[in-house]
């Protein structure tokens, strides 16, 4: 219990420091931020749309920390600002809709990846230096070391433009209406299928490798030994002794890449213009989109850390050892 | 090293190892870990193996079993179980043959033979259940269901003397003398013939080890199973063993009844060994150990592995290789030509 | 008259001395990185993109960002690799592209593992607090995601080779510095910094005379990594137009095929090359890595004697001490 607790309040403090970071970076720039972000176009804007677009970004004249303190209460009200880009939609509302694209794109590339990435790294220790282990783990350090959006470009061409067996943008057909109607679902798994490949294919390495390192170091410990010796099945072995223990040292890694992970899925939103709060973030970037980038930025944050925090709590339940604390 | 001809064949012989090899592939060249050992055990009977760190003794233990970690190689000799060479067993049981059973290596480890590891912490899967890790076994030889596998698991709580209300901790859970009863419940779990034990003791306290060494005595005179007892405490195994064989490097340098090792001890390695322990009772002598250290065993010493360490022999730059023999009954010496015997023995 | 003490013989109660820093051998994973058949490919494959990019002028004379002919042509006779969307000589851009490619790539891993270094061993070293603060200070910057950190900071500061590599190297240096905090905390331990300490050396000299000295791999192996990461993420922050644009690089070619539609057009040559190029230089510096790994780990060299012995005989299901019979 002490365990979750304490990774709960690092989360928070993590939440704190993007928080600030929003606070912080506009205000960094020289001069009138607002003007500064305007650029060229600011001359032939009225004084109501500039004094708008500060009221937006929370720039007033109060000192600086009565700003932060407004600026972090409009946060726990729910309000990160209106849109620039999107003027009048509330930045909460732009994030709505794409953080559950990033979800879904997010969690079943994790899903597939982490449970493939762990099979073949368990299979491939456990019968080291055969023809499985010599092929596979290098293939995916081979495939992993591209751009992710480099395999995206290319899957795009290949499967989408010559062979037209899956569509290359969105998320779903344009032209259905959004609903749990089976057309509408099918259209959005079809969509779904290139984005999801890429990122498992991208992914998959850096489970194998952990995995696999891990299933070593277990490997050579004295009650694999005492299991060998008692007679069990190899499965039992490998399985129930080996990788049980193997996948302790991966779940706490896990959160290290989930980070760089979810992040590098900014990509291949881009190349696919799947909607997700990756895409939006480029998008908003291009339209100098303060607010908006600022928003999505902590919206991307707190998805990781909900779900990092998700695996702390699955961690408990796998090791014994820290159920006692 | 040369063996004589193969140990006097006894009628209840459980363990027959003849003249084992066992090497260790470095990249600096092969470690010759165990050069040509032969022993037997008998039914019911304590054999202790004794010797300095790296002598080999735990190498032979683990290779009995076949769960000698890589680099290690097996390449010569036979481990006779019961008449049939645990070297040759694989995947598939082999149709019995000469009225002499065979199984295949999972049926044959811990059925027939088990073994208690020296760290009782480091042997336990550390998140699975004590109960779970007997019930795993026994369902898998003895095919029946978990609850009657539990049962069996309460059942051997029972011979170690801990509470059956432990059954389900994790080994964390355990003080250090509960989880190695716990070990040897484990060990016990399927009825075997021989039970290996390699240090059980070293990890843990001196009070300790005596209970556990006690109650693994009355175990053994309850159940019938026979013991290979490994240790470098002399002093420990001298009084719990039948007999005892002394390792050096690799080779085996005497073998006797214990009471023997310690009242005649012949090869000058022994005498070394048991000069090197102090006596509580007695009177008080000079500690006088042995000089130098452990062989490099890629390049060992030419002949006898112990003579640029041995006082008593005529000091002589290499000797021809010695020969195992019985120089006084059931009294086996690593013997070359020169070495200084008591009298009655056969030169 | 009194006996002097033999010279060798150490008075009861004094230190020992410290351990003298033998160079040699801490430099002995030079000479073992050419050994070692994997990592003598990669150092191949690094030293031969550092040599392309180095001598860019040489083998593709001109300015690659110039004008040369029609966009998007297949490449011929006259173009190797074909024209991109703006018209410019797509082999001068994919050679040009490697200096500043591997420049951040390198630059970034320099800074990163100093800021590592320093950090990590600063925390490592002397514990309490201090450690514990920067302990939190790295976790915060491991847990929040890398690359939209990147793009928010890319967007704010103005974009260039230099504020690239900062972001970089800002947003990297975590990883490595948690590695090297622990193995400065284990190092601590030994028995001679305690004597270094006991001797009256203070806290800077024991640093990098007794700890240093041993993670020079661990260093030069998170360099080979942060670098990897340099070349990966500038790449990245270039495709999505994040970076000074004028500097031609893998990344702002792969960018300007996105954006002319080279795939509509069925213009491979246009990103093909640059991306490949920065997976193979990704591959070179891994395998540098791994060939490092692999023999600093004896374990490892040893099971690789044992493969070798074992070559042509059959592996049992159950896994069980091999016999191989020889004649004794």
Request: include cysteine; charge should be neutral; aromatic fraction near 10%.
């Amino acid at each position: 219990m002490k365990y979750v607790l304490r990774r709960l309040g690092f989360y928070l403090i993590a939440f704190w420091a993007a928080l600030t970071l929003d606070f912080i970076l506009p205000r960094l720039l020289p001069g009138d931020p607002a003007a500064a972000i305007l650029g060229p176009i600011g001359s032939r804007m009225t004084e109501a749309q500039i004094n708008a677009l500060r009221q937006a970004l929370g720039l007033s004249d109060a000192p600086l920390w009565e700003q932060y303190i407004q600026f972090v209460t409009h946060v726990f009200q729910g309000d990160l600002g209106v849109s620039y880009s999107a003027f009048p939609a509330p930045v909460t509302q732009v994030i709505a809709t794409g953080f559950g694209w990033t979800l879904l794109l997010g969690l079943s590339s994790l899903t597939v990846s982490v449970i493939v990435g762990h099979l073949i790294g368990i299979y491939g220790a456990w019968r080291r230096g055969s023809a499985f282990d010599v092929v596979m783990p290098p293939l995916f350090n081979f495939i992993g070391a591209f751009p992710s959006f480099f395999l995206a470009l290319g899957a795009v061409y290949f499967l989408g433009l010559q062979f037209k067996w899956f569509p290359i943008a969105h998320a779903a057909e344009d032209s259905l209406t959004p609903g749990l109607t089976p057309e509408y679902l099918l259209s959005v798994l079809h969509h779904l299928v290139l984005p999801m490949s890429v990122a498992v294919l991208v992914n998959l390495q850096v489970w194998i490798q952990t995995m696999r390192n891990n299933m070593i170091s277990v490997l050579a410990e004295d009650y694999i030994t005492m299991s060998e010796a008692k007679g069990l099945t190899q499965n039992r072995i490998m399985f129930g002794y080996a990788a049980r223990n193997a996948i302790l040292p991966s779940v706490t890694g896990f959160g290290i890449f989930l980070g760089s992970i979810l992040g590098g899925q900014v990509l291949i939103e881009q190349v696919f213009a799947y909607p997700g709060l990756g895409y939006l973030l480029v998008r908003a970037v291009g339209a100098r989109d303060y607010p908006l980038m600022g928003g999505l930025f902590l919206g991307i944050t707190v998805g990781v850390l909900l779900i990092n925090f998700v695996v702390d709590i699955l961690y408990t339940r796998v090791d014994p050892r820290v159920r006692a604390e | 090293m040369d063996t004589n001809t193969a140990p006097t064949p006894k009628k209840d012989v459980v363990l027959d190892i003849r003249d084992l090899y066992v090497e260790y592939l470095t990249p600096r060249g092969p470690v010759q870990a165990v050069d040509g050992v032969s022993f037997t055990i008998g039914r019911g009977e304590v054999f202790g193996l004794a010797g300095e760190s790296g002598c080999g003794k735990s190498t032979i233990a683990h290779t009995i079993l076949r769960v000698l970690r890589p680099p290690a190689v097996v390449t010569g000799g036979q481990i006779l179980y019961k008449g049939v060479d645990v070297l040759e067993l694989g995947d598939e049981a082999r149709p019995a043959v000469d009225g002499k059973p065979s199984w295949s290596l999972e049926a044959f480890r811990w059925a027939e033979v088990s073994m208690v590891f020296q760290s009782a912490m480091n042997s336990l899967n550390p998140v699975v259940r004590i109960s779970d890790q007997i019930i795993d076994t026994v369902v898998k030889h003895w095919k029946v269901t978990p609850k009657q596998a539990r049962d069996r698991a309460a059942e051997l709580f029972d011979i170690v003397n801990i509470d059956k209300r432990r059954l389900d901790a994790y080994p964390h859970e355990l003080s250090g003398g509960m989880r190695q009863r716990a070990v040897i419940a484990m060990a016990l779990a399927l009825k075997p013939s021989l039970l290996i034990m390699d240090e059980p003791t070293t990890a843990l306290d001196v009070v300790v080890q005596r209970d556990i060494l006690q109650q693994i005595e009355q175990l053994q005179e309850q159940l019938g199973f026979s013991i290979l007892f490994i240790t470098h405490d002399l002093s420990l195994m001298v009084e719990f063993s039948d007999r005892i064989g002394i390792m050096y490097a690799g080779d085996l340098v005497e073998m006797a009844p214990a009471s023997e090792i310690f009242s005649n001890p012949i090869h000058p390695y022994t005498q070394g060994l048991l000069t090197s322990f102090p006596s509580i009772t007695g009177e008080r002598r000079p500690l006088t150990g042995i000089p130098g250290s452990p062989p490099n065993l890629i390049t060992p010493p030419p002949g006898c592995r112990f003579h640029p360490r041995c006082t008593k022999c005529q000091p002589v730059e290499t000797v021809a290789a010695p020969r195992f023999e019985e120089v006084l009954p059931g009294h086996w010496v690593a013997v070359h030509a020169g070495m200084p015997l008591p009298t009655g023995a056969k030169g | 008259m009194a006996e002097q003490p033999a010279p060798t013989q150490p008075i009861l109660g004094a230190p020992q001395k410290p351990q003298r820093v033998d160079w040699r051998r801490r430099f002995q994973w030079a000479s073992i990185i050419i050994s070692h058949p994997q990592a003598r490919i990669g150092l191949f494959i690094v030293v031969a993109l550092i040599l392309m990019g180095v001598f860019a002028p040489l083998i593709a004379p001109g300015d690659p960002n110039e004008f040369v002919g029609m966009p998007n042509q297949k490449p011929g006779d006259e173009f190797i690799l074909g024209v991109d969307p703006l018209g410019r000589n797509e082999f001068a851009l994919v050679v040009w592209g490697a200096r500043v490619s591997l420049a951040i790539g390198f630059g970034t891993a320099a800074l990163g593992m100093l800021i590592a270094t320093t950090v990590g061993m600063i925390a490592g070293y002397f514990g309490g607090l201090l450690d514990d603060i920067l302990v939190l200070i790295m976790n915060l910057f491991l847990v929040i995601p890398g690359l939209p950190l990147l793009i928010l900071l890319a967007a704010y500061l103005r974009p260039s080779t230099a504020t690239v590599i900062f972001t970089l190297a800002i947003t990297g240096w975590a990883f490595n510095a948690r590695i090297i905090r622990a193995v400065t905390l284990s190092l601590r331990e030994k028995d001679y910094v305690a004597a270094a300490i006991v001797a009256g050396e203070d806290n800077l000299t024991i640093i990098f005379r007794q700890i240093l000295p041993n993670m020079i791999n661990l260093i030069v192996g998170g360099f080979i990594g942060m670098s990897i990461y340099g070349i990966a993420s500038s790449t990245a922050l270039a495709f999505l137009g994040l970076t000074n644009m004028e500097d031609v690089s893998w990344g702002t070619n792969l960018f300007y095929a996105q954006n002319g539609n080279s795939l509509l057009l069925g213009a491979w040559w246009v990103f093909v090359p640059s991306g490949f190029l920065v997976a193979l230089s990704a591959l070179g510096l891994a395998w540098i890595n791994f060939g490092m790994d692999e023999i600093t780990n004896p374990r490892l060299r040893a099971e690789r004697e044992l493969r070798k012995a074992l070559k042509g005989t059959k592996l049992e299901r159950v896994r069980a001490t091999p016999v191989i019979r020889r004649g004794h």
